[in-house]
């Protein structure tokens, strides 16, 4: 994969169309993404150091990582996509399927269950109809169920994007929901 | 036992995050004085103050800086363990964002100490604003030309993986790799990221070391105990009045931290259980809590001081549960490296979750033991250990209460 390496100028050229990938047109940086990766490469002794923070990129820009765009972050850096697909499965916070519009990620760890979260679980599953693990059907809201976010002070607590929401009640709840356009 | 408060002192201040804060409160003449110590004095002084990390481990910092190989010609990495996680813990979180400039200010000093040019900061990946907020104190302190010569500091997001708070776990991410330890020897300070020797530090850690150039060691090694200076930050959360961040001598026990500082225990008011270092420390009951909070106090206690989260249950809460919840933990996390610990954390998961629901066995209780006990300190890192830990102590500590659920038991 070393010709994608030096990653084109343009986007109009697809370093993954090679790879016979399905839908290309859709799986490319831009140039100044392209420059961005080039940059965050060069702050390690091996560029691929990069890799979290490329894949991070990546799932902004094109929403989630699929398989298409497991292989053309491996072209960026000469790595196997068996190698990128495999660092992408370890971690929670890369989506391998499209999520919803918002993610909300309820804490359920012990300080936030001594705090009631199984009840604001249970709320959020009446008050969106999903089970976490699943997006709503008009997918507005990812809800998942996570291990302490270390905002144990605040518990009952969860994470909405990128926002922590601290000392839940039904109500709170209510209301940040109402929020999520 | 109030005391001084060091590394919270600022806390107080909308503004604390600023450049213009820190430095109107004294911040970065430590850095000014450093720069005209010796490495190797830093390294002494830091040694002679007693610090301990204060990420869990508890290892000696200055002990750790010595080990980087003298004459080193290459690259030397300071790593910065921001990748906070350990259910009960959250003192971190306060320090980005409430007083990132210590942890530039520390750095600074760190790195000359251990002679490295470059560090990374392995910053959570779910604590978007703390990341912002120090993100844009290394930009402040790049502006004023703190950082940049000679020394550049990296952020670093983690992408959801509770392992990649183990040191080498963490080096392995750092690499553009899955989270997984590495087993030690070497340890990272000879053989560590990138295959450089590097020192992982935890943030609190770091943020100390500007009081003791400023102040000396003699002042930090007095507010502590004998083995352990200084004052740490306590995590407490659960059953309490007030939960929330304490900062405290190290020789503070743990009945002043519950009672005296967070108010109290609420539920029936009535104290059942402590956790008093993060989900991975053993349990201790109502009558073990006159204990102090440094580490070889706790250690005494059989227990650890971890990462000082401290846990509070009252006589209300279900122990079975508890332990359910934080097996579930330790049964996701595990990194699947070593089978004792990929196996035994699944399986000691469904167990518990059986009892809790009725459905428990006669001998579950000693299964869970016997595993438990048979596969500690055999496994690459101490996660496993650290499951170990409350999976023993809940259950030899509180078993009528896990008896009490087991048909026929
Ligand atoms: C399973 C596991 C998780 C850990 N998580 C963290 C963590 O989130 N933050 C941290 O600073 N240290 C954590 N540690 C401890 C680190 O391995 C390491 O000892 C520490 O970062 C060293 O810094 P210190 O000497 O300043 O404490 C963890 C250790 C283990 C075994
Ligand atoms: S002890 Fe567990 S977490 Fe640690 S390396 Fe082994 S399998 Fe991974
Ligand atoms: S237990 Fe929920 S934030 Fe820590």
């Known amino acids: ?181 | 036992m109030t005391g001084e408060t060091i590394l919270t002192r600022n806390f107080a201040r909308s503004d604390s995050h600023t450049l213009r804060a820190y430095v109107e409160t004294g911040g970065y003449q430590a850095w000014a004085k450093a720069q005209a110590m010796e490495p190797a004095a830093i390294v002494e002084e830091v040694k002679a103050a007693n610090l301990r990390g204060l990420g869990g481990a508890g290892f000696p910092t200055g002990i750790k800086w010595s080990f980087i190989p003298k004459n080193h010609a290459g690259p030397v990495y300071l790593v910065i363990n921001a990748d906070e996680g350990e259910p009960g813990t959250f003192k971190d979180r306060y320090l980005l964002e409430r007083d990132p400039h210590a942890l530039v200010e520390g750095m600074l000093i760190a790195a000359r100490a251990i002679r490295s040019a470059t560090a990374y900061v392995y910053v959570r990946g779910e604590y978007v604003e703390p990341w912002r907020r120090f993100s844009a104190a290394v930009a402040e302190a790049y502006a004023a030309q703190h950082l940049g010569r000679g020394f550049d500091i990296v952020v670093h997001r983690g992408a959801g993986a509770y392992i990649c708070g183990e040191e080498t776990g963490l080096i392995s991410s750092l690499e553009g790799k899955k989270g997984w330890p590495k087993l030690k020897p070497p340890f990272p300070a000879i053989k560590g990221a990138f295959g450089a020797p590097t020192i992982v530090n935890n943030v609190e850690t770091i943020c100390h070391v500007p009081h003791i150039i400023t102040r000396g060691a003699a002042w930090f090694a007095a507010l502590g105990t004998k083995t352990q200076g200084g004052t740490r930050m306590y995590s407490v959360s659960g059953r309490v009045a007030r939960p929330g961040v304490y900062e405290a001598p190290v020789g503070i026990t743990l009945r002043q931290l519950i009672y005296e500082r967070a108010g109290g225990v609420t539920g029936n008011g009535r104290l059942k259980a402590v956790v008093p270092g993060g989900s991975s420390a053993a349990i201790l009951t109502a009558d073990e809590i006159d204990v102090t909070m440094d580490v070889d106090g706790l250690k005494n206690a059989g227990t650890m001081a971890g990462s000082a989260g401290v846990i509070v249950m009252d006589e209300t809460v279900s122990i079975p549960e508890a332990l359910m919840v934080v097996a579930r933990f330790y049964a996701h996390e595990s990194c699947g490296q070593c089978t004792p610990c990929r196996e035994s954390t699944g399986w000691i998961y469904k167990m518990t979750r059986r009892i809790v629901e009725g459905r428990g066995r006669k001998d579950d209780l000693d299964t869970i033991l016997d595993v438990a006990k048979r596969g500690a300190g055999t496994t690459i890192c101490a996660f496993y250990d650290g499951a170990v830990g409350p999976y023993i102590s809940y259950i030899e500590k509180f078993r009528g209460e896990f008896e009490a659920l087991i048909p026929h038991a």
């Open chain 1, 1 to 181: 994969m070393s010709e994608t390496d030096g990653a084109p100028s343009t986007s109009n050229r697809t370093p993954a169309a090679h790879a016979g990938l399905s839908d290309p047109a859709t799986t490319v940086f831009s140039a100044a993404q392209l420059t961005e990766v080039r940059r965050l490469q060069s702050l390690y002794p091996d560029p691929r150091g990069a890799l979290l923070p490329v894949l991070y990129m990546a799932q902004e820009t094109f929403g989630w990582i699929s398989l298409e765009v497991e292989e053309y972050v491996a072209g960026l850096f000469s790595l196997s996509p068996a190698h990128v697909h495999e660092v992408v499965t370890f971690y929670t916070l890369y989506f391998r399927e499209r999520p919803g519009r918002h993610v909300v990620s309820v804490c359920h760890n012990l300080s936030c269950h001594l705090a009631g979260a199984p009840g604001i679980i249970a709320h959020l599953k009446r008050r969106l109809g999903v089970d976490p693990g699943e997006t709503t059907e008009d997918g507005r809201v990812t809800l998942l169920s996570v291990e302490c976010l270390c905002a144990c002070e605040a518990a009952p607590m969860m994470q909405v994007d990128d926002r922590y929401e601290l000392n839940l009640t039904p109500t709170t709840v209510d209301r940040i929901l109402e929020g999520l356009a």
